[in-house]
């Protein structure tokens, strides 16, 4: 079950990173990147000790809030592409 869960995180936080990639440089970019690192250190950190099903939750609820805030990123970087495009 450990191992299933961990591929998971793995997977959310490349995900993320992914759309993290393909948004213009800034200042959010950057600490949204840091703090998605964090994220991944913490899970490898588990392959030496494993994790309490609470410790996995909590991870994971944070890879998703984090992935909630590139998807506002990415939608605020459309609608400004859009009206730059009508101006």
Do not use: C, N, Y
């Not at 995180?9 to 970019?29: C, F, G, K, Q």
């Not at 840091?34 to 950190?45: C, G, H, I, N």
Request: aromatic content about 6%.
């Amino acid at each position: 079950m450990f191992h299933g869960q961990f591929l998971l995180i793995r997977e959310a936080i490349d995900v993320v990173l992914r759309h993290l990639e393909a948004l213009p440089p800034s200042d959010v970019t950057e600490q949204l990147r840091a703090r998605l690192q964090d994220f991944a250190q913490d899970a490898e950190m588990w392959s030496a000790s494993s994790p309490t099903p609470r410790e996995m939750d909590v991870l994971m609820k944070r890879v998703l809030a984090l992935h909630v805030e590139v998807t506002q990123l990415e939608r605020s970087a459309a609608l400004a592409e859009g009206a730059a495009a009508f101006a």
